[in-house]
């Protein structure tokens, strides 16, 4: 596998689980990701949020880690990054409302490069619309803002994973071996 260099979009409250693992899952393997949020700069820290799944009508929220950021979002050049990660948790619900965020959402499609999306992560891509025309996991409360996006809502086993072209997403955290194993399949493309 080739070294690429990914940038992940992130905030606070974003869902611990999906932010770690996926930010130490790639560099473990040699990729360089750099993590962003507006308004941040590189050596700020976003707070994260756990999201857990203990048989109530939804998720849980406890309070995570501080997640240091490295790298400024302020300067961001999409055309230096091989792929996109966007993981899910209460950020993307505020982030999809930074028309900065949506442009370079939108690069990532329209550059046709790997992007991988979590739980309500879906929420960003739906408000850059990239969604027309594309099948999209999410966590399942998401499914109305996907499919309005134009996209068909993949409602899969909270393990599971779909990819559709560029684009791999997955329900939760519970999803990150096959989200990964996946998304690994597109960087290697």
Not at 172 to 180: E, G, I, Q, S
Request: proline residues 6%; charged residues 20%.
């Amino acid at each position: 596998m080739g070294a690429k260099t990914i940038l992940m979009i992130t905030g606070d409250f974003t869902e611990d689980y999906e932010t770690m693992v996926p930010f130490q899952a790639l560099q473990a393997v040699g990729h360089t990701v750099h993590a962003v949020c507006p308004d941040k700069k590189a050596g700020d820290t976003v707070a994260t949020a756990i999201h857990d799944f203990e048989g109530d009508q939804t998720y849980t929220e406890k309070p995570g880690h501080r997640f240091a950021l490295n790298a400024d979002f302020d300067g961001i050049d999409p055309a230096r990054y091989d792929a996109l990660v966007v993981p899910g948790g209460r950020a993307p619900e505020y982030l999809r409302l930074n028309t900065e965020v949506q442009n370079l959402v939108r690069h990532f499609f329209d550059t046709n490069k790997p992007v991988a999306a979590i739980c309500h992560g879906a929420q960003l891509l739906a408000a850059a619309g990239v969604l027309e025309g594309r099948t999209c996991s999410a966590y399942p409360a998401c499914q109305p803002e996907v499919e309005l996006a134009g996209g068909t809502y993949a409602g899969i086993d909270v393990d599971d994973a779909v990819t559709d072209g560029n684009l791999v997403t997955a329900p939760a955290w519970p999803a990150h071996p096959a989200w990964l194993a996946q998304f690994f399949k597109l960087l290697n493309q």
